[in-house]
């Protein structure tokens, strides 16, 4: 029996599990944990879809596109229930008309998976997802043979979990509520030996009522960490406000900072693109630790990188191994994600949805692909985009951009006037900035103008923390469909 099964044989005897949400992005990882540890597991949703879909039928787990109350005729000993499920849900109210155990995705991991590990967590409104793919990489690459979770597909391993058995496991700290019945962020159950804070900017709105109540919720965090541990913090204090230093200031533990200013424990300096990614030199305590080339484009992604090293290195990783996982890291699912080049127009794909993050983005595609000509187009999707509080500060984001465009609100209908974002202020604000600029309803329209008015060397970066309506396939159909028809001049 592996370590895995092990662990969940000890926090618990349950055998049959069936997951209430189970095509969530973390949802189907923690379904693959539990079946590869030796449960059973079914699972429902209103619709799954890959990469989900995908893992679900390799894994052999069966599972329901529908949410309905006889899916629990065959009672299970528990049930996890994801955290976009609410009262109402059929399955959730036969759940607790029955008074069947059940667990939310954090006190799963907690209770089954985390025992015995040393729990490395990376938490931060920025740049988690693929600080935690890199950390992963790193462990593996060393031999660690780790177990993690991540909030995307690490295209290394392919997928977005690893239960490598080895003493650590390294998760992605989610500050997003945890169930209905438990208001609290994820991370608070995670328990961290280690801690990156990669960054603290006011996001998820809708849970979090102002900054101050949401970074709150980090230095909590960090006040977890045990005197044995370690807060790993972005320290450029001009470049990431003092919010995350203030939060180091709960630790308990020894603290280190990274950055590209000269105070900070770890330093990066010499830094320059390097083809499709980036080259750099660092030192640690004054002294040189290294050479890197990084496989991921952006100064952002060099962050990342030192903040996964510090922790690497402080668990006993060698500089040459964390070299060797950095030049081959393959990053994560629609992190600058190519999806094809035709007539000479660059379709990729980006999950970024806050200001930051989109200027971050905007910036590494021009380091990556200089000298073209840059659309940016963007869907207000997160719960924080589609409100007013970003009308200000994603102009000049967006406005980074040669060209851009905006989608409608996902899900308008859910917001009041007095707080749902206006795209077309956003572009009139950035057509101020001296950017063409233009909203468009549906994802077919954005499809349609694009491919009229794309040329031979464009790049048109789109964003989105959804599918975007599959714009970024419509896009590719529509310029194929429009390679394909001759123009009156070559016909001629």
Known sequence: MSDAKVNGARAMATKRVHVIG?????????????????YAVTGSDSGVYPPASTLLEKLGIPYFDAFDAAHLADTPDLVVVGNVIARGNPELEEVLDRKIPYRSLPEMLEEVFLPGRHSIVVSGTHGKTTTTAMLAWIFETAGRKPNFLVGGVAENFGKSYGLGGGPDFILEGDEY?????????????????????????????????????????????????????????????????????????????????????????????????????????????????????LAATGRHNVLNAMAAMAVAH?????????????????????????KGEIGGVLVVDDFAHHPTAVQATIEAARGRWPGRRLWAVLEPRSNSMRRKIFEETLPKALALADRVVLGGVFRAQQLGDENRMKPEAVAESVRALGKDARVLGSAAEIAEFIASEAVSGDVVLV???????????????????????PSEASGR
Not at 22 to 38: D, K, Q, V, Y
Not at 247 to 253: D, E, L, M, P
């Open 22 to 38: 189970i095509g969530g992005s973390a949802m189907a990882p923690l379904a693959g944990m539990l079946r590869e540890s030796g």
């Open 177 to 293: 509520e945890t169930a209905f019945w438990d208001r609290g962020p994820k991370f608070f159950h995670y328990h961290p030996d280690d801690l990156i804070v990669t960054s603290l900017e006011y996001d998820h709105a809708d849970i979090y009522p102002d900054f101050a109540t949401y970074e709150l919720a980090f230095q909590r965090l960090v006040n977890l960490v045990p005197r044995r541990g370690r807060v790993v913090v972005w320290g450029d204090t001009e470049a990431s406000g003092p919010a995350p230093r203030r939060a180091a200031g709960k630790a308990y533990c020894a603290v280190e900072t990274y950055g590209f200013e000269a105070g900070n424990d770890w330093v990066a300096t010499e830094v320059a693109s390097h083809g499709d990614g980036m080259q750099f030199v660092v030192s640690h305590g004054g002294a040189r630790f290294g050479e890197f080339i």
């Open 314 to 338: 402080g668990r006993g990783i060698a500089p040459d191994a964390i070299a060797a996982a950095l030049k081959t890291f393959r990053s994560v699912k629609r992190r600058m994600d190519v």
């Open 463 to 485: 964003m989105s923390n959804g599918s975007f309506d599959g714009l970024c396939e419509k896009l590719v159909k529509t310029l194929e469909s429009k390679a394909a028809v």
